[in-house]
Structure formats: C-alpha cells, structure tokens
C-alpha cells in the first residue's frame, strides 16, 4: 500500500493536458507525502514507542497544509463542474 499511496499522490500532482489540471502544489503535495510516510511507518511498526516530536511534527504540518489542500481541490474541481 505504501508504494501506491506515494504513486496515486504523485499521479494527482501532474497535470493530464486536455483531462485535468494537477490536483496539487508542491507544498501540500510534500506535507501530505510527509503525512502517509508517518502514517506507514505507525502502520508497519506499531509496537514501538512513538517520538512524541515527531508526532506533532507531522500533524502541525498536516494540519497546516489542509487549508491549501481544499483551495487546490476546489480550483481542481470547478471547472470540471462546467463540462
């Protein structure tokens, strides 16, 4: 799962030329790609103490990026809604 997750947000930051524009910027596309490399990490190894630093680290940039992510998902989807 960790190699599609990393390839379908990567698929979405690409613009499809004529098909739809990139779904995401750079930055949110780092945060959230910083968010599902935790995310696997926990998944994989959850018997393990977590770095409490860590942790916010990442939900304080996760966090950050949602405001970006829904303006870059709106501006992704409203001219789709015209076709």
């Known amino acids: ?3 599609a ?3 379908l947000l990567v698929r979405t930051a690409v ?5 739809r524009p990139a779904l995401w910027r ?3 596309f780092d945060d959230l790609d910083e968010l ?3 995310r696997h990490f926990f998944r994989t190894r959850y018997a393990i103490d977590l770095d409490r630093a860590k942790l916010l680290a990442v939900a304080d940039r ?3 990026a949602m405001p970006v992510v829904e ?5 992704s989807v409203e001219p789709a809604k015209g076709r």
């Open 71 to 75: 303006e870059d998902v709106r501006a």
């Open 62 to 64: 996760a966090l950050s």
């Open 15 to 19: 613009e499809v030329p004529g098909k």
């Open 1 to 3: 799962m960790n190699r």
């Open 26 to 28: 750079k930055t949110p």
């Open 5 to 7: 997750g990393k390839e």
């Open 36 to 38: 599902r490399k935790f």
